[in-house]
């Protein structure tokens, strides 16, 4: 392998913004699922990932306005301090600004690695609001949902850009 | 001359700024929302219009419960149908000796001339889901204020108090558990007399009775009722059973534990109590009103 390692470009169809805009639907959704038990306690945030993903793929279409917005549906929905999910959200469409460029020298399974971080930090910045609005901690298994989140990445990476993979006709190959 | 260098492709502030932007705004939500409580307006426009999805999100599980529904066994239904029809036997000999006790109570509070006792009415309303924030203990329930459900409103099920109203939605309303850290019930042993204040800890199943003396008289197994003088509460609810009492010199009180005797966390349905004591004007804000427009027509 030489200088140019990465990963195996592909030429892809252009998104639809229908789309974008169906898949943070459905992650919103299963993120209200009413998840219970080990579950609940594992269940990565499935809103933040998708953001993730369409900010680094389509910044133009969704940017720090829909992180913010989805944020404050998160908060009313999961009755928590008003602006916590808005501020983590805010911190993930960062990471993911810094990240854009450079996700694409790796192929996925490298990304998470990298995604981690991101998430970690949106999940350390609502323990930390809350803690400082006189909650009690948790226990360490609030950082969980960080690590099931990155490792899914490379599974919404794939879900995500199935629509843009062009489908090639076995009568007319190119 | 000097020309402002025009930039090739016009993208407005920097990720960074918006960054900032974002986050010193969701910053002053957090701060506005659990100082002040001035975003009750917002929030209920963002649950209205979130009503749909959470809908749903919670069909599958409403599908699967009819499903299982469906399919429950005969013997099943006729033990369930059994137990109930012995309860409702025990129940109706209480109500009926309720009935009887309130219009002698009645007839002794007009005798003593004082205010009637209010009646209670109730809405009935299921809990919708328990959420996964770790910090506080919180149920959604389906019913709203279309359902002239009011912040306060206790909510109780089969066997004692579950906590109280906290927020209101249109179709919705949040239920913080007595079990939350920042709840407290104050309550009377029933055996005794004494009173007291419980607090919730925050995690399930444990409340605790703080600022008792030592020499106040619990015992374990004492059965703690809520004692209606905060007018939140209405009075003789069940709320919790003592359940360690624990009298050491070292500190100044006496520690208490009590495990809740509703099902908090278990229960699906339950009962909201509408019709609460309407609470006495405050009279801390009528005293603070008057000097105020005295010193505006005095200055």
Sequence with gaps: MGVSAGPRQELLLPVRPGFVWFTLLVALIVNLLPWAGLWASLRPDFVALALLFWIVREPRLVGFGVAFTLGLMMDVSQASLFGQHALAYTVVAFGATLLRRRLRMFSTDKHVLQILPILLTAQAIILLVRLAGGAAFPG?????????????????????????????DPNHPI | MEHAQQPFFNRGPTPFARFLLFSLLALVLVVADSRFHYLTYVQQGVAVVLYPLQRVALAPAALVERMSGFFTTQTQLTGRNNTLEQQNLVNAAALLRLEALELENARLRGLLDTRASHSQSAVYAEILYSHRDPFTRRVIIGKGSTDNIGQGQPVVDAAGLVGQVTRVYPWASQVTLITDKDMTVPVQVMRSGVRGVLFGLGSDGVLELRFMPFSADIQTGDKLVTSGIDGTYPAGLPVATVQEVERNAAFMFARISAQPA??????????????????????????????????????
């Design chain 1, 140 to 168: 360490w298994t609030w950082f969980v949902p960080p690590f099931t989140g990155a490792l899914l990445w490379p599974l919404v990476w794939v879900v995500l850009l199935a629509p843009q993979r062009p489908r090639v």
């Design chain 2, 262 to 299: 509703a099902g908090v966390n278990r229960y699906r349905q339950v009962l909201v109590l509408t019709a609460s004591t309407p609470h006495p004007e405050n009279p801390g804000f009528e005293d603070a009103s008057p000097p105020r427009k005295r010193g505006r027509k005095g200055g």
